[in-house]
T-cell receptor, first 110, second 115 residues
Framework: EDQVTQSPEALRLQEGESSSLNCSYT??????LFWYRQDPGKGPEFLFT???AGEEKEKERLKATLTKKESFLHITAPKPEDSATYLC???????????FGKGTRLHILP | GAVVSQHPSWVICKSGTSVKIECRSL??????MFWYRQFPKQSLMLMAT?????????EQGVEKDKFLINHASLTLSTLTVTSAHPEDSSFYIC???????????FGSGTRLTVV
C-alpha cells in the first residue's frame, strides 16, 4: 500500500534558525512528489513538484530535494510568516490522484 | 494563473438539510476534479474523483448517496452533502490537475458546520 510519512509532526524554531522537514514515501512507480503550504482555514498552496531522485528546487527561503525514498524541505533563516503546515503528497502508478502525508506544523517564533 | 474558485467559504446548516459546494476552474479546463475532506490537525483525505461528463469514483468508505458529485462542465464541479448530520461537519476542499509540470491546484476550502 502506498504510504507517505512526514516528520516531525510539529516544529518550533526561532526566527533565523534553519531546519529541514522530512517526507518519506513508499509507493510503486513514483510519478511526482509535491510540497504544499497550508495556512489555517485555507486550501493548500502549491510550492514544488519533484520528479526524479537528485532533483532540487528552490523558492525564496525554501529548498526541496528528492531521493529514492524521501524528500526534504529545507527552510533557511525562516521568518514568522513562514509559520504554516507543510504538506507532502505523492502521485504514483497510473492514478491521477495524489496521497497526502499528515503534514508538519511549523511555528517560527519572532 | 491556474485558480480554482470554491464557494461558499463557510456554511452552517441544520441537521437533515442539504448543502452544495461549488468549485470552478477560472483560467483552465479541469477535466478531473478531486474532492477532499480535512478534520482539524489532520491531513487531506480524498473522498472522490470526478471526471467531466461521467460518474464520480468514490474512495472506499465514502457514501456516494450522501456525497453527490456533479461535474457537468470542464469548469464546474459540485459536491452536495445530502441530509447532513453533525458528524459531516468538516473542511471540504476541491482540487484540479493543471498540467503535468504544474501539479495540482486547490480551492480555498469550505468549512461546513452542521447544527
Amino acid at each position: 500500500e502506498d504510504q507517505v510519512t512526514q516528520s516531525p509532526e510539529a516544529l518550533r524554531l526561532q526566527e533565523g534558525e534553519s531546519s529541514s522537514l522530512n517526507c518519506s514515501y513508499t509507493v510503486s512507480g513514483l510519478r511526482g512528489l509535491f510540497w504544499y503550504r497550508q495556512d489555517p482555514g485555507k486550501g493548500p498552496e502549491f510550492l514544488f513538484t519533484l520528479y526524479s531522485a537528485g532533483e532540487e528546487k528552490e523558492k525564496e527561503r525554501l529548498k526541496a530535494t528528492l531521493t529514492k525514498k524521501e524528500s526534504f524541505l529545507h527552510i533557511t533563516a525562516p521568518k514568522p510568516e513562514d509559520s504554516a503546515t507543510y504538506l507532502c503528497a505523492v502521485q504514483a502508478g497510473r492514478d491521477d490522484k495524489i496521497i497526502f502525508g499528515k503534514g508538519t506544523r511549523l511555528h517560527i517564533l519572532p | 494563473g491556474a485558480v480554482v474558485s470554491q464557494h461558499p467559504s463557510w456554511v452552517i446548516c441544520k441537521s437533515g438539510t442539504s448543502v452544495k459546494i461549488e468549485c470552478r476552474s477560472l483560467d483552465f479546463q479541469a477535466t478531473t476534479m478531486f474532492w477532499y475532506r480535512q478534520f482539524p490537525k489532520q491531513s487531506l483525505m480524498l473522498m472522490a474523483t470526478s471526471n467531466e461528463g461521467s460518474k464520480a469514483t468514490y474512495e472506499q468508505g465514502v457514501e456516494k448517496d450522501k456525497f453527490l458529485i456533479n461535474h457537468a462542465s470542464l469548469t464546474l464541479s459540485t459536491l452536495t452533502v445530502t441530509s447532513a448530520h453533525p458528524e459531516d461537519s468538516s473542511f471540504y476542499i476541491c482540487s484540479a490537475r493543471v498540467t503535468e509540470s504544474y501539479g495540482y491546484t486547490f480551492g480555498s476550502g469550505t468549512r461546513l458546520t452542521v447544527v
